[in-house]
């Protein structure tokens, strides 16, 4: 691992005075009390009921300093989201898709939270009479590898709609019985992530400049057959589990244990990241819904088998149709200026 860290001055973190420092700070607290061994936890706390905006800028300049990655790489930002999708507890002409929650015979090789390291290996297993052999992928569970254990946790309507919500890790199930439920990542089947949408931009089926998440969607909708061959190529699955509404009651889960805060939690790679650290991220291509660049303080507190990198990140844009919109069009440089706790 060839990974250098360099210390900056705040001053040369170009959007740093202009940033909404306390909408970062709650963030911050949120990883916090997820994990109050976190440096200055303690002293995050102790402000929570008394901080302003000015107030949480000293605290971040008090208590970090700025580095920046040694050397020319360029630095890379995708985004996910929390989709709303229609389902039931009840299987249906409608509802067909199962939603599986994590089965008691999957043996996970390698901690969740560090799944990008091990994305180019199996790391989930099963038990047979003949020893342990690699779980079942996607090809094997849609054609009904899991059926009949009692693993059904709700149905959704289409294998599209599940497929994006194991690719962004959680899900607001809007049910068909009234309410809804919060569904977020309970492990995977150990196989390797594969894109999708990188496999359509190798075969030409669409332009680099034309990728995004709505450009795949109806591809694979064009043709039922063959948008299922093309989710099967990536073999990795992702089971689910429900909050309970305290839970849930904030919004979606990452990684840390801490609820997320769109356009401030940021899905890092552990390797390079602790969970809980602060990021601010330059992305002078991509704008803020105010029109200006992207240059905003935010947590690391989620991860993803597809981030890698000391700068490589996944902005969390928030639930729902128009920040799946925004996700699905980020893709852009970026720089890091990770921020190290002093002392």
């Avoid at 990655?69 to 995708?78: D, I, K, L, R, Y």
């Avoid at 059926?147 to 599940?162: A, F, G, M, S, W």
């Avoid at 889960?253 to 356009?263: M, N, S, V």
């Amino acid at each position: 691992m060839n990974f250098n860290l360099k210390p900056v001055s705040f001053e040369a973190v170009e959007g740093w005075a202009d940033d909404d420092h306390a909408a970062a700070f709650g963030a911050l607290l949120r990883s916090c009390h997820a994990d109050p061994e976190l440096p200055h936890a303690g002293a995050a706390m102790a402000l929570e009921k008394k901080l302003d905006r000015g107030m949480a800028r000293d605290f971040f300049e008090s208590c970090y300093t700025p580095h920046v990655v040694a050397g020319n790489e360029q630095g890379f930002v995708t985004g996910y989201y929390e989709p709303e999708i229609e389902g039931s507890y009840i299987r249906s002409e409608k509802f067909q898709v199962p939603v599986y929650r994590r089965p008691r015979d999957l043996i996970t090789l390698a901690p969740d939270a560090e799944r990008a390291r091990f994305n180019d290996r199996i790391t989930g297993m099963r038990a047979t009479a003949d020893g342990e052999v690699s779980y079942h992928t996607r090809a094997d569970i849609w054609a009904g590898a899991l059926e009949d254990r009692d693993l059904e946790l709700l149905y959704v309507t289409d294998k599209v709609e599940l497929f994006y919500m194991q690719v962004q890790g959680s899900g607001l199930v809007k049910l068909n019985e009234g309410g809804t439920v919060r569904l977020t990542y309970d492990g995977k089947n150990g196989h390797p992530y594969t894109s999708i949408g990188a496999l359509l931009v190798q075969r030409g089926e669409i332009a680099p400049e034309a990728m995004s998440m709505a450009a795949v969607k109806a591809w694979l909708r064009a043709d039922e057959e063959r948008g299922r061959a093309l989710m099967e190529e990536n073999r990795s699955y992702v089971f689910f589990r429900a909050l309970g509404e305290d839970e849930a009651r904030g919004g979606p889960l990452g990684a840390h244990g801490a609820t997320l805060t769109p356009g401030r939690s940021l899905a890092a790679d552990t390797e390079y990241h602790r969970l809980g650290t602060p990021v601010f991220v330059t992305a002078d291509q991509l704008a803020t819904e105010h029109g200006e660049p992207f240059r905003r303080l935010m947590i690391a507190q989620d991860v993803g088998s597809a981030i890698r990198g000391p700068q490589r990140g996944d902005i969390f844009w928030g639930t729902g149709e128009a920040a799946g919109v925004t996700a699905g069009s980020t893709r852009h440089s970026a720089r890091f200026f990770v921020l190290l706790p002093k002392h």
